[in-house]
């Protein structure tokens, strides 16, 4: 267990709607991020939040937010859902101070239909 | 940008017997650190082993060591007396150091190996 959260598990959804993925980072992990990993693309950085705050982005579509509330526990929103949304998405934590280990979850499987 | 390329879609070996995955990156950065990754069907990421770009040591973990070449921007991976359990994908991955506070640590990945152990 990495200690990383994600709620569901699992997910099925048709086009055009929305949805919210949820992450609860390692107690005490400041940093976190999300990845998508399609058949397509591989596994690609989305978007990151530290502390709260936005830090950097990746290969994420306008379609899809996120934001880490003060909780520290972080959510990925996607709208708009098309086919090609379907994928595992990973949310990863690591420390602050150069730590350069992140800890992964086990991954929101989502279907678009 | 960084790039970060898997060579081998998939392997296999025998039980006890020892593979190598290959791995090869490109970056202009000097100050770097490598990963290796395991998902196995649970499709839990687990780390498996890391690589600091300023130690010339290779590191290793039980059964699992590193090749790292850094001039020629290659980070294989070996696996000796391989076990049922070490069926997985294997993912390379890269990550900069950043110098801004150290807060950007975002992972670029290979598309992965495919090793199956064989009883």
Known sequence: DSGVTQTPKHLITATGQRVTLRCSPRSGDLSVYWYQQSLDQGLQFLIQYYNGEERAKGNILERFSAQQFPDLHSELNLSSLELGDSALYFCASSANVRNTEAFFGQGTRLTVV | ?119
């Open chain 2, 1 to 119: 940008a960084q790039t970060v390329t898997q060579s081998q879609p998939e392997m296999s070996v025998q039980e006890a017997e020892t593979v190598t995955l290959s791995c090869t990156y490109d970056t202009s950065e000097n100050n770097y650190y490598l990963f290796w990754y395991k998902q196995p069907p649970s499709r839990q990421m687990i780390l498996v082993i890391r690589q600091e770009a300023y130690k010339q040591q290779n590191a290793t973990e039980n059964r699992f060591s590193v090749n790292f070449q850094k001039a020629a921007k290659s980070f294989s991976l070996k696996i000796s007396d391989s076990q049922l359990g070490d069926t997985a994908m294997y993912f390379c991955a890269f990550m900069k150091l950043s110098n801004s506070g150290g807060s950007n640590y975002k992972l670029t990945f290979g598309k992965g190996t495919l090793l199956t152990v064989n009883p």
